[in-house]
């Protein structure tokens, strides 16, 4: 089982009292001691405010924190946890990931959900579109994305993203392109845009007996449009409930369990305080990379 970290944007309030610089050389310092202690992949998440109640503290904008920490780091993959898709113009989201994948050496990942904290949406100029409205924002994006990653110019008119004989490169380094995370617990939409264009699925927050409940619905979601299931990696941020257990033996036994059940990479949410030798009880985790089981 593969693990990652999940690195101090400022949203969990991490950096309340301190300076943007200080914050900063923070987050360098947690990426370079994640790599070193082994991590697999490093995680930033897209938000733009700290989680209410609301207050004056730095958070960075998670595209510009990957690229400097693409050289930073070495080896280590870097993604987002997820991206709200409708942050961005959609071909544009294709133009910086590819750079990141040029900047990092082929270890960029994009990761890509519909959004959810309200207050920032608000706050930034975007309203808040209802659920579905956001999802179906999420999908168009997910077809320009996939078209300008692919080969040749693309071409795609949705009802909320369009581009037209756009040209796109570079394309990236890895192959056959980089690959795209999508996250989200929702059966019915979010599981099928992820079997239609996903490389990985990220479930949220989800227990090990909820992840072996939502795996035969996950693989009959790729089966009921003729993909292979095992061509579909699932994955599980772990916190809250599905967090909540101590250092040492019991997170071990959390971790094991979640092997068994498929998931099989680790990304610790806030493993960056015990790296620092400090505890916290609210300390989450997440898996990521793990193939459906056959």
Same mark, same amino acid.
């Given at each position: ?128 579109? %209802?659920?579905?409205?956001?999802? #179906?924002?999420? &999908?168009?994006?997910?077809? +320009?994305?996939? $078209?300008?990653?692919?080969? /040749? =110019? ?49 479930? %949220?927050?989800?227990?090990?007996? #909820?992840?072996? &409940?939502?795996?035969?619905? +996950?693989?009959? $979601?790729?089966?009921?449009? /003729? =993909? ?67």
């Amino acid at each position: 089982m593969k693990a990652g970290l999940t690195l101090p944007q400022g949203c969990d309030r991490e950096f309340l009292g301190l300076d943007a610089t200080t914050a900063w050389r923070r987050t360098i310092d947690i990426a370079r001691r994640g790599e070193a202690a082994g991590f697999d992949s490093l995680w930033v998440y897209d938000h733009f405010q700290v989680d209410p109640p609301l207050i004056e503290a730095p958070v960075f904008e998670p595209f510009v924190e990957l690229a400097a920490l693409a050289v930073e780091t070495s080896r280590a993959r870097l993604g987002h946890l997820v991206m709200a898709a409708a942050y961005r113009n959609a071909a544009l989201t294709a133009k910086m990931i590819s750079t990141l994948d040029v900047i990092s050496g082929g270890r960029a990942v994009l990761g890509i959900g519909a959004g959810w904290k309200e207050d920032e949406w608000i706050a930034y100029g975007y309203g808040f579109p %209802d659920h579905r409205e956001r999802l #179906a924002i999420l &999908a168009d994006h997910l077809e +320009i994305i996939t $078209r300008m990653l692919g080969p /040749g =110019r693309a071409t795609f008119e949705g009802r909320h993203a369009h581009v037209l004989d756009a040209i796109h490169e570079p394309k990236g380094l890895q192959q056959p392109r980089i690959p795209i995370l999508v996250g989200g617990n929702g059966p019915n939409v979010t599981w099928r845009l992820a079997a239609r264009f996903a490389d990985e699925l990220n479930l %949220d927050a989800m227990t090990p007996d #909820a992840v072996a &409940a939502a795996l035969p619905t +996950i693989r009959a $979601r790729c089966e009921e449009i /003729g =993909r292979d299931p095992a061509t579909l990696r699932v994955s599980v941020h772990i916190w809250g409930e599905a967090g909540a257990v101590a250092p040492g033996g019991e997170r071990q036994e959390r971790l094991g369990r979640y092997a068994e059940g498929g998931p099989g990479r680790t990304r610790p949410r806030r493993a960056h305080r015990r790296l620092r030798g400090r505890r916290d009880p609210r300390q989450r985790a997440g898996l990521t990379g793990a193939r459906l089981p056959p």
